[in-house]
């Protein structure tokens, strides 16, 4: 049977959710209140209303990409998904996965001396991240076989 681990960050996914619907609301009111009408001068119109509220959308659609990283680990290998694009990094090329005292975040360290950051598993969800570490540590280990175990 294969285990699936997906581990998202849980305070970021607060966070942005509230940060957009705070947008979202900001500028639909300040859309609202446009001052409008007929006379001359510096009026908005309808258009104008519509723009701005369009506006408030796409900071709310930018600030919940950041809700997109994760991580999903199974026996054969970790998926990441940091805020641009998407990488399978198979268990055979992993030397350790670690979260360092101070990190935002744990990491994947690589046997070619390179680094993925795991935006998925922040150190501010706490226990959480800890057990997120511990969990692709012990898939990392069974990757390597029985014999890897008894080390």
Known sequence: MSTVLVFRP???LVVCRLAGAVLIGVFAVV????????AGGQQFGLPDQIAFFGIGLLLAWAVLQFTRVRVVADE??????????????????V??????DGAPWASLDLHDD???ALLGVQ?????????????????????????????
């Open 31 to 38: 859309a609202y209140l446009l001052p409008r009408g007929s």
């Open 76 to 93: 054969t290998g970790v998926r990441v998904r940091n805020y641009v694009g998407e990488k399978f990094v198979p268990w055979q090329v």
């Open 10 to 12: 849980r305070r970021l």
């Open 95 to 100: 030397a350790g996965v670690r979260m360092d």
């Open 123 to 151: 150190s501010n969800d706490g226990a959480r991240a800890v057990d997120a570490v511990i969990a692709l540590r012990a898939l990392l280990v069974s990757s390597r076989g029985p014999a890897a175990g008894s080390l």
């Open 114 to 116: 390179d680094t993925i």
